[in-house]
């Protein structure tokens, strides 16, 4: 079945580390986001990418990195920069320019400090 | 003011009613709207798409206002399953990419 994946489900950070979570599609899409959700409150990209090799911040970017080193796979870096790290993060994929297309969801990481 | 408001909530409501929600977006740029339903702690599905025309889609009927910048959502005859969050969702592109605008939800829940 064509969908995304998203691991690990849970993980705990402790202070000064940097951690990686991991997303992949095989729906074929080329552009992938990451978004933060944070309890009473809608979600706010981190960062996108439309193709390979190359990616751009969102709104909240400050303290995370990507890389999109294949079209597959778009994983998130929550650095030891970001002070506020707790918070559900999903990764999403969609086609490019298509705005009549949605996005659809992995489902989601839970990142909470030690 | 945030770029897509939706009604706080919580809707308390017994099963086989119908409720509605709302939502307004103020970026008249906005090109494509959807309706996503989020289980608790869990990631958001695709409900529907929203059309100028509405759009119904079996007790759901979505509904479009492009002149108000206002979206409508709603279901008939409430079944418990229906508790989730229901989140506004506004697609415009910006910058090269399609750029989605979450609302913060409403949160429904349904009793016997």
């Known amino acids: 079945d064509g969908g995304i994946t998203q691991s690990p489900k849970y993980l705990f950070r402790k202070e000064g580390q940097n951690v990686t979570l991991s997303c992949e599609q095989n729906?074929?899409?080329?552009?992938m986001y990451w978004y933060r959700q944070d309890p009473g409150q809608g979600l706010r990209l981190i960062y996108y990418s439309q193709i390979v090799n190359d990616f751009q911040k969102g709104d909240i970017a400050e303290g995370y990195s990507v890389s999109r080193e294949k079209k597959e796979s778009f994983p998130l870096t929550v650095t030891s920069a970001q002070k506020n790290p707790t918070a559900f993060y999903l990764c999403?994929?969609?086609?490019?320019?298509?705005?009549?297309?949605?996005?659809?969801f992995g489902d989601g990481t839970r990142l909470s400090i030690l | 003011r945030k770029e897509v408001e939706q009604d706080p909530g919580p809707f308390n409501v017994p099963e086989g009613a119908t409720v509605a929600f709302n939502c307004t977006y103020s970026?008249?740029?906005?090109?494509?709207f959807f309706w996503y339903r989020q289980d608790c702690r869990k990631e958001p599905k695709l409900l529907m798409s929203v059309y100028s025309s509405g759009n119904e889609d079996g007790r759901f009927t979505a509904q479009l206002n492009r002149a108000s910048q206002y979206i409508s959502l709603l279901i008939r005859d409430s079944k418990l399953s229906d508790s989730a969050t229901y989140l506004c969702v506004v697609n415009r592109v910006s910058g090269g990419y399609n750029k989605l605008i979450f609302g913060a939800g409403t949160r429904l829940a349904v009793h016997p």
């Open positions: 999403a994929s969609g086609a490019l320019l298509r705005p009549n297309q949605p996005q659809h």
């Open positions: 729906l074929n899409h080329d552009a």
């Open positions: 970026n008249s740029a906005s090109q494509s």
